[in-house]
Each structure stands twice: as C-alpha cells, then as structure tokens.
C-alpha cells in the first residue's frame, strides 16, 4: 500500500446519530463532533467511560459505520467515496469478534485471509511466518485455533490484521480480558514491533490508564461522544501538576453527594454497582487546605466515612477532571472502569 501525504487520519466534525424508539423518535449522538488528527508513525490512544463512543470512531474510521455528518480521511482518503482505499490503509482488531475457523490451524486461517486480499501464497506464507516469529506465535503455527487460549487468538487477530502491510493500524480494547503476562506481550508486540520496527501508526481504544501512558505518544479522552482532550499523557499531567486528589470512602454515598454538594471535579464510584450506598468519592483538589472543609461539608450532608487518603494526580484524574462531575449526574450511572489505579 502507497502511502499518501499527510497526516494517517484526520475527522472533520464528525458526528454519528442513532436514532430509537416509536417513530425513530429518540435521537442519540454517540459520536458528536469530532475533529482529531492522528499523524503518521504516532501511537495514539482513545479513552473514555463506557459509552463514550470510542468503538464508534473506530467504526467510521474503518468505514463499517456511516456518519451522519462530517468527514475523515484515512490515510489521505475519503471515508465515503473512497471507501476501499481507505479499507486497504487499515489493519482492524475488533472486540469479540469470530474471525477465525475454529478448526483449523493458525497458519491456515492467515493463509486462508491472505488468499482473500488475493496475497500470492508465497509471500503470504513468509509474511505469516516472519509475523508469528516476531509474536511469539510461530511454535503454535500448526495448532488448530479452537485449542488456542485467549492470548493466543488476540495475538493471532493483529497478525491477520498486519497480513496486508497497511500503514494505519486500528485496535478497540486489544488487552481486554487479558492476564497480565498476555497483555504485556501484546503491548510490547504493539510498541516494539508495530510502532518502532513496521513503523505503523497505531490507534488503539483502552480503559487501562497505565496501557495509555505506557504506549501512548498522545492520547484523546471522550465523553458522551465528545473528543474533551488531546495531548501526550505528561503533557496532560501537567495540567494536573498543581493538583491533588482526595479519595474519600462513604458508608452511604452516591451521585447525589456530587450535586448536594455542587462539586466540579469530582467523580462517584459505587461498590456494589447500585448507584448508591457504599463507594468512593474522588474529588480533585487544588491544595490539601480545602480537604477540612469538604470532609467538613460531607459530614454535615449525612454521610458516613470509612477512610480519607490523598493521591497523586494520575491520567485517570485528568479524566475526571475533564469529563468533570456531569457523567454521573445524568443518566444511568455506571461503575467507571479504568483498570487498577495507584493507590
Ligand atoms: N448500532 C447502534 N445502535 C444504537 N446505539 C448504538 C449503536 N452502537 C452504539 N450505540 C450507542 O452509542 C454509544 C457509544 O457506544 P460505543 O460502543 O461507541 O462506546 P464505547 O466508548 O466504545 O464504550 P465501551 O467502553 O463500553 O466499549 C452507546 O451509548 C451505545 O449504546
Ligand atoms: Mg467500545
């Protein structure tokens, strides 16, 4: 694939509409003017709650979903009119998807998926090798898929995705479910190989804060289907530089703690996956002088501490900070998950 001018992605307003209900009445922008610009060569990351619309954007930039309005071009092409151009410039590792036949061997589904991109069989079997060589794959060639575990396929999916030699690489969650060991190699395969080596550019959605920092060059956050913020993942601590955040632990808390109290930068975690009742209230703060008057102004709402602790600002922080205390207060609240947090 020849590679064209200018930057590997770039989404003009991008905006998708799902529409809902009697008459297709209920509108819903799961994705909501997005302008972003991802440059050649960069690994960059899309974080967000669950619902952001991160799965979306990948979507529309893999050309399986239409916009409703706006524009992107991949790789210097048209998303709408040059929608196999735009196909052969990307690699895509979906979530769950059945992409693989069970009963045959790794090698002979890559082999199968290169005949489908008309790759000639030669040069089709010493790509697969020289790919599952440098994934740590290629003793498994000949083992039927089904008897692959969960790594093994993920590692086996951005080995077909890598088959055509497209210079854009896209991944939705590529280490969920993942044990540590799994994950990590697959980060590594992902910075190492993919980034450095094949220099691709990499665009991978992740809930893992430590994923993001560890292989991200840049990162976007989204929320309700905004792009919120863009910038490399110190660059965007640094914002925080002059802030810290207190973790406060409630008997009895929940959403509403954050509206009775009209926080701005604070996010509510429940325990039980009931909005409310025990959980952790995390709260960004300027300097630890106002923590007496919040836990003061706490007490007197009637909820319970369990514990009180300070922590650094983290990228999870700037999220929070960013998406703000508006993602619970409306609608169904849900338990953020963002991976294991320093604590
Ligand atoms: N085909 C569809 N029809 C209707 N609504 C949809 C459709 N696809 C996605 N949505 C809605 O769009 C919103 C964004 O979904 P999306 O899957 O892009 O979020 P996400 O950021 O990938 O979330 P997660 O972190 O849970 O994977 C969600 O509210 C979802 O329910
Ligand atoms: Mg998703």
């Known amino acids: 694939m020849i590679k064209s001018e200018g930057p590997a992605i770039i989404t003009k307003d991008l905006t998708k509409i799902f529409k809902s209900g ?56 048209d998303i709408i009119k040059q929608e196999r151009e735009v196909r052969n410039s990307i690699g895509l590792v979906g979530v769950g998807e059945r992409i693989f036949y069970w009963r045959l061997t790794g090698m ?6 290169s ?8 040069e089709a079997e010493s790509r697969a090798e020289e790919l599952l060589k440098m994934v740590g794959l290629y003793q498994f060639a000949d083992t039927r898929y089904m008897n692959y575990s969960t790594g093994m396929q993920r590692k086996l999916a951005i080995v ?53 920092e560890q292989l991200c060059d ?57 909005p409310t009742g025990k959980g952790t209230l995390r709260v960004v703060v300027e ?17 319970k501490i369990v514990e009180v602790k300070m922590e650094e600002p983290s990228l999870y922080d700037v999220f929070v900070k ?3 205390s508006q993602v619970q207060v409306e609608g169904p609240v849900r338990r953020p998950v963002f991976g294991r947090r320093r604590e």
Request: charged share 25%; glycine share 8%; hydrophobic share 40%.
């Open 22 to 77: 009697l008459f297709q009445k209920t509108e819903f922008k799961a994705v909501d003017s997005v302008n972003l610009t991802v440059e050649r060569g960069e690994f960059f990351g899309l974080l967000g709650p669950n619902g952001a619309g991160k799965t979306t954007l990948i979507k529309i930039i893999s050309t399986l979903t239409i916009p409703t309005s706006g524009t992107a071009l991949v790789n210097g092409y």
């Open 287 to 303: 300097s630890d002088n106002e923590v007496p008057e919040l836990i003061k102004s706490l007490i007197d709402s009637g909820v």
């Open 115 to 122: 005949s489908l991109y008309n790759i000639p069989l030669k």
């Open 160 to 212: 077909r995705a890598l088959l055509t030699d497209a210079p854009i690489l896209l991944l939705d969650e590529p280490s969920i479910g993942l044990d540590p060991i799994s994950a990590r190699q697959v980060r590594e395969f992902l910075k190492e190989h993919v980034q450095r080596k094949m220099g691709k550019t990499v665009v991978l959605t992740t809930h893992y804060m430590e994923e993001a």
């Open 218 to 274: 840049r990162v976007g956050f989204m929320s309700r289907g905004k792009l919120v913020a863009v910038g490399s993942p110190s660059e965007l601590k640094d914002k925080m530089k002059q802030e810290n955040a207190v973790v406060i632990r409630l008997e009895n808390g929940g959403p509403w703690v954050v509206d009775k109290l009209g926080l701005q930068k604070a996010w509510w975690s429940s325990e039980s996956g009931d």
């Open 322 to 324: 960013l998406a703000g």
């Open 108 to 113: 002979q589904n890559l082999l199968f998926f």
